[in-house]
């Protein structure tokens, strides 16, 4: 079993920066797939972005330019960095693992942005 803890959300302003951790202490992330998804109420969860082990990362267009997702697999931890936050960006974000043949996720992490 892994599991994975996320931190950093919070409440921020229109056009704030916010840097969500994603990090698991039970295995070595670096050869495996992870991802952040987030969930905004009343809507069903979406991709935000996810990064491969040779460090090449997709991001969903809503966020392209905007946010920067990152690995440090010697701390066995993902970033998400968060620049020029808008209100559409609220939603409690997740991070996802693919380890082997399985699917792991976190508890999430709540992000408001709002002034």
């Known amino acids: 079993q892994v599991h994975l803890v996320e931190s950093g959300g919070g409440l921020v302003q229109p056009g704030g920066s916010l840097r969500l951790s994603c990090a698991t202490s039970?295995?070595?992330?670096?050869?495996?797939?992870m991802a952040w998804y987030r969930q905004a109420p009343e809507k069903q969860r979406e991709l935000v972005a996810f990064?491969?082990?040779?460090?090449?990362?997709v991001y969903v267009d809503s966020v392209k330019g905007r946010f920067i997702i990152s690995r440090v697999n010697a701390n066995n931890t993902v970033y998400l960095q968060m620049n020029r936050l808008k209100p559409e960006d609220t939603a409690v974000y997740y991070c996802?693992?693919?380890?082997?043949?399985?699917?792991?996720w976190g508890k999430g992490t709540l992000v408001t942005v709002s002034s």
């Open positions: 990064i491969t082990p040779g460090f090449n990362s």
């Open positions: 996802k693992a693919y380890i082997l043949s399985e699917v792991y």
């Open positions: 039970e295995c070595s992330i670096s050869p495996y797939i």
